[in-house]
Structure formats: C-alpha cells, structure tokens
C-alpha cells in the first residue's frame, strides 16, 4: 500500500508506530552506551521465553545492530521447560524466518519443580534458579560474552518496592550484573523501556505470543499488588514512575544510613566531601515543582541508518 492510498487513520496509525519504534530504539540504545553493556565482538545470547518483553528486545536489538559502529553477534536462545501445552514449534517457526542463529533447550525443569515442591506452594523461585544454571551453561557452550534479559524500567521499579517492603533492602534490579562465579555478564537493555510502550510494540509487530502460565503456578501476589501500586500512583501523578526511576540513578549513600556504603565511623572534620554528599544539615530540601523526567525526551529525531553510536540511536 503506497502513502497515497492510507487513509487519515491508517496513516496516523504508522506515524505513531514509527514514534514509538524510535522511542524504543533510542532507549535500548542510551542503556547499552550508560552501562556499556555491547562491546566490539560480543555474541550476545539474548534469552526468548515467548513473551512481549523478550520478542521486543530481540527485535530492536536485531534492528540496532544493523547499525551500530560496532560488530556484535546474536544469538536467541529458548529454554523449553516442558510445560504442559508448550507450543514446541511457534519460536522455531519464528527463529527460522529471522534467519538467525538459534538453540532450543529442552529441560524438564517443570518435572523437577512439581517433584520437589508441594503442591499448592510457589514454584517459581527453584525454577527461576533452574533455568538460571541451564542458561549461564548455554552461552558457556554457544560461546556467549553477554546473556541479554528482556526486564524493563517497570519490572525494576517493581523489584526496587518489592526488596523495600518484604526484603528490608535498598536494592533493584541491576542492568548490568556479574554472576558469582565471575564467568557471565548478564545485561538488561530494556531497562530505559516503559512497559506499555513494549506492549504496544508487541501488539503493532503481532509477535506470536506463547501464554506464561502454562506451569500453573499462582501468580506472585506481592509483586501484583506493588505493580497495582505503582500504576495507580502513575494514573494519580503522572511522571512519579520517571522521576522514581532517576531516583534509583540518583544515589547518595552518605544521605542514607548504611555504614557499608558509606564509612560514617571514620568521618573526620576537616575532611572534604563530594558535592552531592554535602551539608544540608540545616538547609531545606529544594525540590521541583515539577517532578525531574528520565530518558523519555520525545523530541529528539532519528532517521535510520544515522547512527553514529549507541548513545545516539533514536
Ligand atoms: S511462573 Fe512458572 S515458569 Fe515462570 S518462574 Fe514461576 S514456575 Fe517457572
């Protein structure tokens, strides 16, 4: 269909998918510049359960490296845990017509779990941790250098209130984290990206959606009930999420109360601190009228194939 023949709808349908397909780009590329999380080299094995989150990351980051200043590869991996029902041939299907590298892994990790765990208990923590081994021996074996993860802005702000309220911790989810034994490097170039807008993405590209409950677990309840929270906060006061979000980019241990981030012990007069550490002992806290928005300039334009650097997609 040419240009001329779209109606208004259609044509105002395109330009606000091609908004938000910017939007996306530029945002999984400013995550990988901040965190370096892609180096010249890379093979990049980025993990596909068949959800929104995983199709989206794969597909932008296929789309980044067409351009990036750097050589990286891909490789899409699938853990099929043989769930009852898991439709075995929707990725590979999928996979082949990408025409990209791709493993299937077949696990009964769901065999493991139900054996072990009681009925009716949750299952998802020894099964996190299953498939959490099987996927760092994976990209030992592919010879991965990064294992990409599909979590967004939103699951780590969910995270950050989940460790806050029923962990006593000050701890979200990392974009860039090494495993203990120091040998993989987990990355999460999701992490700029706003769930809805990944939705919305999923919808428009109609990714061929595998359900996530075929194990028949219970939903994690805690995590619903911060997600409820934090959606209805962004409902009453738009921007709370993006300004949360800088929050957590934003530290100050000398402002908090953990004497392993910070050495309180040993603080001596005399001693200079860094700016943001300093005195507001007696001072006001001046805070804006209008909440501080994070990685979500609209304005900023990008054609494809300008890509000078990550930092710079759109
Ligand atoms: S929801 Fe099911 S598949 Fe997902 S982590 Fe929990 S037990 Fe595993």
Redesign the pocket.
Known sequence: MTEATLTQQEKKQKYNFNKLQKRLRRNVGNAIADFNMIEDGDKVMVCLSGGKDSYTLLDILLNLRLNAPIHFDIVAVNLD?K?PGFPEHILPDYLSKLGIEYKIVEEN?YGI?KEKIPEGK???SL??RL?RGILYRTATELGATKIALGHHRDDMLETLFLNMFYGGKLKAMPPKLLSDDGKQIVIRPLAYCKEKDIEKYSIAKEFPIIP????G?QPNLQRQVVKEMLQTWDRQYPGRIETMFSAIQNVTPSHLCDPKLFNFKHLQQGELLSDIEGDIAFDKEDLPAIPLLAHDNDEAEFTDGEMISFKEVN
């Open positions: 845990q769930q990790t779990v949750t299952t998802c099964c996190s498939r996530c409950n075929l194990c677990s």
